[in-house]
């Protein structure tokens, strides 16, 4: 799998747009980039996942350079209740193992 | 996920005891993972399954045992529980039907926090 590099810790306020960076310069073709998140000591969440189009659901949004070389996620409101440490993931669609790398810690501020 | 459930949520053991975590799920999944998670050290695959009669060790299986009883229920054993296997223990599932992309997206369940003292 490719690997991925994110900011360590970022800060974001409260009603304010998120926006989680993600580089993963040696992505291969066939290989999908996934966001997950972790609140506290609480069970990995699933967010998102895209191969080269951008994605939306209820949760974020998925932007992913056309190169696919990086990636942003998007919280478009945030709040408190978002703050966790995201993780971006990037692998093979048909590929059980899933590797959580050290992710980025983001807290929201009031 | 409240679709994806633990028990217990925590539990205090002693060496050398035997103990088991359960893991149940409504998704309809039928794959089902055993990760643990300690600090500073991310997710580590113990076992997982693709189907009932389809169990494999992941990359920690070592002091560790697990029973497929029905699609939706995946139990971990610990047969001799030791101070080192303290950690948070994650159930998860995916969905082989689903699209590629969606196939290996997992849900996880809400921990189970294990003290072997």
């Known amino acids: 799998d490719a690997k991925t590099t994110q900011p360590t810790s970022m800060d974001c306020a409260e009603g304010r747009a998120a926006n989680l960076p993600c580089n993963h310069s040696t992505i291969s073709g066939n290989e999908y980039v996934y966001w997950y998140r972790q609140i506290h000591s609480q069970g990995p969440q699933y967010i998102i996942h895209g191969l080269k189009n951008n994605e939306t659901n209820e949760m974020a949004s998925l932007i992913i350079t056309e190169d696919r070389k990086s990636s942003t996620l998007i919280l478009p409101h945030a709040t408190l209740r978002d703050t966790a440490v995201y993780y971006c993931i990037v692998r093979v669609g048909n590929d059980y193992k899933l590797s959580f790398g050290a992710g980025t810690t983001v807290t929201v501020r009031a | 996920d409240a679709d994806v459930t633990q028990t217990p949520r925590n539990r205090i053991t002693k060496t050398g005891k035997r103990i088991m975590l359960e893991c149940s799920q409504t998704k309809g999944h039928d794959r089902m993972y055993w990760y643990r998670q300690d600090p500073g050290l991310g997710l580590r695959l113990i076992y997982y399954s693709f189907d009932v009669k389809d169990i494999n060790k992941g990359e920690i299986s070592d002091g560790y045992s697990v029973s497929r009883q029905a699609q939706a229920k995946f139990s971990l054993s610990l047969e001799s529980a030791i101070p080192n296997q303290t950690a948070l223990y994650f159930c998860?599932?995916?969905?082989?039907?689903?699209?590629?992309?969606?196939?290996?997206?997992?849900?996880f369940g809400p921990g189970t926090r294990l003290l072997v003292l």
């Open positions: 998860a599932t995916s969905d082989r039907r689903a699209s590629t992309g969606d196939r290996e997206t997992q849900y």
